[in-house]
């Protein structure tokens, strides 16, 4: 087991390498790059000079990345200039990151919650009515785009019928203790109830909207997955030797169809930050997608570099949990 995530690790450690060489030559072939975006209106051949010679992207572009490479494992990325102006950027990153946790937690919770146990259901009634009925309602979810279903929930709970908040996170005004930065787990921490249900409220909206394909995804593989298993040879010889049901659905069905279930969930987790980027501007949800939707509408080149590289990380780590349990659910894998 340590040797496959050892292995694991170190091809972790290869994608992150790569992908910091893919953002570093993307980010220097944009129209007007860094410098650009930092003078704006106010550069001059000879400024535009100066602060290339400052940044150091008057140097060959090897020595650009490797320097860009030294200052990134030192978490230096520089400084925002449209985000927060005048803030690290890392800074920018960390500040932002609970709430994108929080909103992507709760997401997947719901995702998870309902996809599972809804697929299994539809698998073993199939063609029944609640097998057509959710199959429908999962190509819906995922037909329908995210910042579309974002509006529409918006448009009736929030302005219509005035049931949620519109956006944000958490009433202004509100007195509330800050030390996590999710505000619904500050909220339980500093027993300060009125604050934990206010921000709960401001957070069903976007979860139910970063939640839906998400949920569609994993109740048409979990379908799909404990369809194959109750075709398997082995669930009828454990029928026919006169297991209950329950030990059937549970050691022999949902323990199988579980495998590409617990990839999916993996895989969608790390997804979930482009979900969030439609979502949290569609609610001024004020976390790393609303972040990083500014800083490309406004050239934010600091704030970029260390979103992107931090999510791939994410997104990558991710990935090796989902090994890890994969491993533990089917020791087959770690001879892989």
């Not at 030390?179 to 921000?199: K, S, Y």
Request: glycine fraction near 6%; proline fraction near 4%; charge should be positive.
């Amino acid at each position: 087991m340590i040797r496959f995530v050892v292995r694991r690790l170190l091809q972790m450690c290869v994608v992150v390498l790569v992908l910091s060489m893919l953002v570093f030559a993307w980010l220097r072939s944009l129209p007007g790059g860094p410098v650009s975006a930092i003078l704006g209106e106010r550069q001059t051949p000879e400024r535009r000079a100066a602060l290339e010679a400052a940044l150091g992207l008057d140097q060959p572009l090897p020595v650009q990345y490797l320097k860009f490479l030294e200052r990134a494992l030192q978490g230096n990325f520089g400084v925002s200039t449209k985000v927060l102006p005048g803030e690290d950027a890392l800074q920018v990153f960390l500040d932002r990151l609970p709430a994108t946790i929080e909103l992507s937690f709760v997401a997947m919770v719901l995702a998870i919650a309902l996809g599972i146990p809804l697929g299994y259901l539809a698998a073993r009634r199939r063609g029944s009515v609640i097998d057509n009925g959710a199959v429908i309602f999962s190509l819906v979810g995922i037909a329908v785009p995210v910042f579309f279903t974002a509006f529409l929930l918006k448009y009736f709970f929030a302005v219509e019928w005035n049931l949620l908040p519109v956006s944000g996170r958490q009433s202004t005004g509100l007195d509330a203790t800050r030390i996590t930065g999710m505000f619904v787990l500050d909220g339980i921490l500093t027993r300060e109830w009125d604050a934990a249900w206010d921000a709960i409220k401001h957070l069903i909206l976007p979860a139910v909207a970063l939640a839906t394909i998400p949920f569609a995804v994993i109740f048409r593989i979990t379908r799909a997955a404990v369809l194959d298993v109750l075709d398997e040879d082995y669930v009828r010889t454990a029928e026919a030797k006169g297991l209950t049901t329950r030990v059937i659905r549970a050691r022999h069905v949902l323990r199988n169809a579980m495998l590409p279930v617990v990839t999916t969930i993996g895989l969608q987790i790390g997804g979930l930050l482009a979900g969030a980027v439609l979502t949290e501007t569609v609610f001024s949800f004020r976390g790393v997608g609303d972040a990083l939707a500014t800083a490309f509408r406004d050239k934010d080149y600091p704030v970029l570099q260390v979103l992107i590289l931090a999510a791939a990380v994410i997104y990558v780590l991710v990935n090796l949990l989902v090994d890890i349990a994969y491993a533990v659910i089917d020791p087959r894998i770690r001879t892989r």
